[in-house]
T-cell receptor, first 117, second 114 residues
Framework: AQSVTQLGSHVSVSEGALVLLRCNYSSSVPPYLFWYVQYPNQGLQLLLKYTSAATLVKGINGFEAEFKKSETSFHLTKPSAHMSDAAEYFCAATSNAGGTSYGKLTFGQGTILTVHP | EPEVTQTPSHQVTQMGQEVILRCVPISNHLYFYWYRQILGQKVEFLVSFYNNEISEKSEIFDDQFSVERPDGSNFTLKIRSTKLEDSAMYFC????????????FGNGTRLTVT
């Protein structure tokens, strides 16, 4: 069975500092990987997705993630944190291509990002 | 930008009561899903739905749960007899019929069972 692990339930950074949120997956086949963000009282918003076209994926709001098969990782980074980045971030995966199964995601436990002035 | 809409945002019910959580997926989407997140736990897949039938369901989705698309716009999750452990945030999601299209999530309904 597939699993997704996010290291660190809480990450705190200063405004302008590098953001690094860690995600590792466990899968028998290379999965499709996603990062979602949840702002308070809102739904899950897609930040970016990996679909095997390129290992470095750029998303919205200046975020990017790199797929490293050798490390089974898909860490999320942003060079310079902004106060508006404070939210909860979820890594998710599916091994299924197409159809309804592609939307059957396995989520990590989430990482709450706090940005200090 | 089109959104997935969920109502109500918060529902409180007594144990043993039936609840219906409502969702309006994005209009051109054909695949529909329900997920839930118990406080402090991971977001979990419940069920997927396509062409007016369940495509896949998790072990959580037992006989107490059902889904329906009663008309061309709504997608509902019914819990027949709620239990305390059903208290969670329930997310509806949808996507177009395209191999790599991502899920679009609603804002969720927080269900509290007392």
């Amino acid at each position: 069975a597939q699993s997704v692990t996010q290291l660190g339930s809480h990450v705190s950074v200063s405004e302008g500092a590098l953001v690094l949120l860690r995600c590792n997956y466990s899968s028998s086949v290379p999965p499709y990987l996603f990062w979602y963000v949840q702002y308070p009282n809102q739904g899950l918003q897609l930040l970016l997705k990996y679909t095997s076209a390129a290992t470095l994926v750029k998303g919205i709001n200046g975020f990017e993630a790199e797929f490293k098969k050798s490390e089974t990782s898909f860490h999320l980074t942003k060079p310079s944190a902004h106060m508006s980045d404070a939210a909860e971030y979820f890594c998710a995966a599916t091994s299924n291509a197409g159809g309804t199964s592609y939307g059957k995601l396995t989520f990590g436990q989430g990482t709450i990002l706090t940005v200090h002035p | 930008e089109p959104e997935v809409t969920q109502t109500p945002s918060h529902q409180v019910t007594q144990m043993g009561q039936e609840v219906i959580l409502r969702c309006v997926p994005i209009s051109n989407h054909l695949y529909f899903y329900w997920y839930r997140q118990i406080l402090g736990q991971k977001v979990e897949f419940l069920v997927s739905f396509y062409n007016n039938e369940i495509s896949e369901k998790s072990e959580i989705f037992d006989d107490q749960f059902s889904v329906e698309r009663p008309d061309g716009s709504n997608f509902t999750l019914k819990i027949r007899s709620t239990k305390l452990e059903d208290s969670a945030m329930y997310f509806c999601a949808s996507r177009v019929r395209d191999g790599n299209s991502p899920l679009h999530f609603g804002n969720g309904t927080r269900l509290t069972v007392t």
